[in-house]
């Protein structure tokens, strides 16, 4: 679109578009209202509660993040094309999360099992949080100990056999988990 | 049209200036980078305990004071728009400075808190939780010294009334840069 096609929708700006006509009053107000928000999503979780938490904490991150985009960069009068661009954007994200998620959020599946599968089971959650004082607790290391205990391609003989629990790790090995 | 403006401004296929149009599609790919970052970090938090436990050493009065530092920024910067939309390039560079001492004060507190966890053994190659700290805070970092660079060059033309477009600009760089912070903040800092 031209400038001058532009032209007869009112005052262009030095770029050639229109502009925002807002006081400095208004964006001192959607700042003000961020602060509250900002305030909130810090008092939420202090209140324990895990849903509270998740509201407060990520649902408002994504008001800010949304008043933000509307009001600083103007997002509510730009082109729609830039809209859909953005959107294309966070599509690709969400693609990339599927792709890996199958595979990072899954410990087992009928022909495999992860060699670090016993993270994350209940039993070393337990035997994680459970224990006593770990500050500095260095979890990788804990990691890198139980590694050799569970190869790839032998869990499954292992687990049939029952020939590998507690071994080196001393937690019980991961179950068998069917149904993927 | 009293100065030759540079193609970026002139041009607009799309209606939207071409200058404007690229650094929206350089966002795009910053969506793509940070994305993969806060979904991986969302992916590895449910499934793997310690890391749980490891957030539960971050610093909250930090993570909250550079979140006020950095909103506070914002609001600087699209004065600074604002002030650019008027033709009035010194007050648009006033408020770019204000927007860059946000930023100087963000690295400031970031600098103070990662000493405080270095001394306290949380370094990079403590564990994965660490690591990942590192790297998405230490990465967001970089782009808050790259905006508060831009904001710089752009304010010294400003000064002589030159290029006022480009304050909408980097504005929205900075903007975006904050965006990204709001969901770092929460990760990192408050759901523990």
Redesign the interface.
Known sequence: MSQAADAHHGHLNSAGEHGPHHPVSYYVKIWALLLVLLVISIAGPMLGNKVLTLVTAFGIAVVKALIVAAFFMHLNIEKKFVWYMLLAMLLAVVMFFLGTAADVMKYDGSHWTKPTSYLYTEEFKKAFSGGEEHEGHDADEFDSKALPNVPYGETESHKAQGSHKSEGHGLPAAEPRHGT | MAMV?PIA??R?A????T???AM??L???E??IF??LL??YI??R?????WA??AAHTN?LAG?IN??VL??S??F???A??A??Q?NGKLAAFYLWLTIGGALTFLVVKGLEWTNEIR???TIT????WSFYYTAAGLHGLHVIAGATAMAIVSFDCLRGKN??RV?LV??YW??V??VW??L??LLY???
């Open positions: 403006q401004t002139r607009s799309t209606g939207i200036p200058g404007k149009l929206w599609w966002l795009g790919s969506i793509t994305g993969g979904v991986s992916m590895m449910i499934m793997y305990a310690p436990e490891a909250t909250s979140t006020f909103l506070t914002s609001l910067a699209v004065l728009h604002h650019a939309e033709k306290h053994g949380f403590a564990n994965s939780f006022l477009q909408e504005g929205i903007h975006f904050d965006i709001i969901f903040f929460p408050i759901a523990k």
